[in-house]
T-cell receptor, first 113, second 115 residues
């Protein structure tokens, strides 16, 4: 079945540091890939997505590239801010008769000033 | 604001009781999805409805049921509640037309505490 593996947190960085959160997946077919973010006390917000191999999703300085050969979708940001502190979820949608999103366990990011 | 609304925001109840969670999807979206977020299981898909009909089922317990009404709002009913049902329940919706590959937009969630 489908699965998503994220690097375990928590991740603690200083402001302006470089961020990478690793995400790899197992899926049938050609899944769409997503990063969602959950700020403290809030729901999930879509951060970015990619729907086919070599696509790059980007938003708010975050980027992730769909790598089919390594089945990966790593999240990166060049310079994090305190306001980026949140839980980040990698997810996939593999289509067919299965309409669900499969999520990783989430990575807690804390950015210190 | 995603445009998906959920009520109530918080719910505290006792074991053995029954509760109903409500979700209104974004305007124009026909699909509604329910997810459960707990510390031990993470985010788990429960069930999906499309335009009033059940389309896909995930790890939903028999004590749980859902439906989608003609106005497209959805309700998730949880009965014979147990301590382990304490979790954050999310509703999401997505626009029609592309078989679900499109983005799912999440509501703020209902936090259920069973005492």
């Amino acid at each position: 079945g489908d699965s998503v593996t994220q690097m375990e947190g928590p991740v603690t960085l200083s402001e302006e540091a470089f961020l990478t959160i690793n995400c790899t997946y197992t899926a049938t077919g050609y899944p769409s890939l997503f990063w969602y973010v959950q700020y403290p006390g809030e729901g999930l917000q879509l951060l970015l997505k990619a729907t086919k191999a070599d696509d790059k999703g980007s938003n708010k300085g975050f980027e992730a590239t769909y790598r089919k050969e390594t089945t990966s979708f790593h999240l990166e940001k060049g310079s994090v801010q305190v306001s980026d502190s949140a839980v980040y979820f990698c997810a996939l949608y593999s289509g067919g008769s299965n309409y669900k999103l499969t999520f990783g366990k989430g990575t807690l990011l804390t950015v210190n000033p | 604001d995603s445009g998906v609304t959920q009520t109530p925001k918080h719910l505290i109840t006792a074991t053995g009781q029954r509760v109903t969670l409500r979700c209104s999807p974004r305007s124009g979206d026909l699909s509604v999805y329910w997810y459960q977020q707990s510390l031990d299981q993470g985010l788990q898909f429960l069930i999906q409805y499309y335009n009033g009909e059940e389309r896909a089922k995930g790890n939903i317990l028999e004590r749980f049921s859902a439906q989608q009404f003609p106005d497209l709002h959805s309700e998730l009913n949880l009965s014979s509640l147990e301590l382990g049902d304490s979790a954050l329940y999310f509703c999401a919706s997505s626009p029609p037309g592309t078989g679900g590959r499109e983005t799912q937009y999440f509501g703020p969630g209902t936090r259920l505490l069973v005492l």
